[in-house]
Each structure stands twice: as C-alpha cells, then as structure tokens.
C-alpha cells in the first residue's frame, strides 16, 4: 500500500512540469488527495487539493492561477500540471491520501505518503 509520486525534474523559469500521484494496493476514489511541498530549509507547505469525486479544488496563493490538480480515479492518478514555474517552486513534492475525509475543506488524517519527487525550476 503506497503511493508514488514521479515526473519531477529540472526545468527553466516559465517552463511545465506535470506530476502524478499513483496509488498501489488501494485505491484513491474515497480520499481527498493533497499535494505538499518542501524546500531546503523551510517548512512543508500544503500546495493542493483535490476532492474524491474531482468536483472540488484547492490552491495555495503562491500557485494559483500556475497550478492545476486533477484525478483520473479509473487510473488511479492524481496529477499536478504545473505551468509558469518560478525558481521558488523548487522543492520536493509529496503527494498524501487523507483518509478521513472526501472534500478538502479540513484536514483529517493524511496517510499513505509518497516518496516525493524533485522539482528543480533554474536557469
């Protein structure tokens, strides 16, 4: 039971990443899904969230209007398109399932973490 994150990689200011989330040994269709980041030195920092059904999403300031969270359940995926990269994006990204609760309005129990993928954004 895990989940994967990939599709990390080093990338130009402005440039686009998308990364996915993969679910193995259950399955992602009852959970809200968050994305989070980290930087060097910084605390984690909640970027987004998807709903279990699609219907409902949620951005950080720093990401919105950049950032775009969407789940295929019949695959078993979440993804992040992440468009107009800054070099403040750079960080390792984690993908959780919270498995307490299908919309994303609070926080209930954040589990089955991903490994995380790097995202580097330079010149």
């Known amino acids: 039971v895990q989940l994967q994150a990939s599709g990390g990689g080093l990338v130009q200011p402005g440039g686009s990443l998308r990364l996915s989330c993969a679910a193995s040994?259950?399955?992602?269709?009852?959970?809200?899904i968050h994305w989070f980041r980290q930087a060097p030195g910084k605390e984690r920092e909640a970027v987004s969230c998807?709903?279990?059904?699609?219907?409902?999403?949620t951005y950080a300031d720093s990401v919105k209007g950049r950032f775009t969270i969407s789940r295929d359940n019949a695959e078993n995926r979440v993804f992040l398109q992440m468009n107009s990269l800054k070099p403040e994006d750079t960080a390792v990204y984690y993908c959780?399932?919270?498995?307490?609760?299908?919309?994303?309005?609070?926080?209930?129990?954040?589990?089955?973490w991903g490994q995380g993928t790097q995202v580097t954004v330079s010149s």
């Open positions: 998807i709903s279990s059904s699609g219907s409902s999403t």
């Open positions: 040994g259950f399955t992602l269709d009852y959970f809200a």
């Open positions: 959780a399932a919270d498995i307490e609760r299908r919309l994303c309005s609070t926080i209930g129990t954040l589990a089955y």
